[in-house]
């Protein structure tokens, strides 16, 4: 099992930035990949963008593309969002995932609300 906490969500203005970090504990030795994804209301959970855990590749989502970064820290076992230029656009619920070789994990999500 892993478990998963985010935090860094919050109010700000559109053009801010936050910058979300997801913690990861349990066994943690076998992840693979993570990802955040978000969910705005009334619509559906989308990709945000992805990890390997190896730090070799990174995939975005092409609406936070040039504006979003993510990032981990194999040694406190924590992933990024870095998200600048944000826009009100970006109001959801943002949520941290990671898989291993069998199961996905999801943490419990953290509100991010964008102001015109």
């Known amino acids: 099992q892993v478990q998963l906490v985010e935090s860094g969500g919050g109010l700000v203005q559109a053009g801010g930035s936050l910058r979300l970090a997801c913690a990861a504990s349990?066994?943690?030795?076998?992840?693979?990949?993570a990802s955040w994804y978000r969910q705005a209301p009334g619509k559906e959970r989308e990709f945000v963008a992805l990890?390997?855990?190896?730090?070799?590749?990174?995939s975005y989502a092409e609406s936070v593309k040039g504006r979003f970064t993510i990032s981990r820290d194999t040694g406190r076992n924590t992933v990024y969002l870095q998200m600048n230029s944000l826009t009100p656009e970006d109001t959801a619920i943002y949520y941290c995932?990671?898989?291993?070789?069998?199961?996905?994990?999801w943490g419990q999500g953290t509100q991010v609300t964008v102001s015109s």
């Open positions: 995932t990671v898989a291993d070789s069998q199961f996905r994990y």
């Open positions: 349990g066994r943690t030795f076998n992840i693979r990949s």
């Open positions: 990890i390997l855990w190896s730090g070799s590749f990174t």
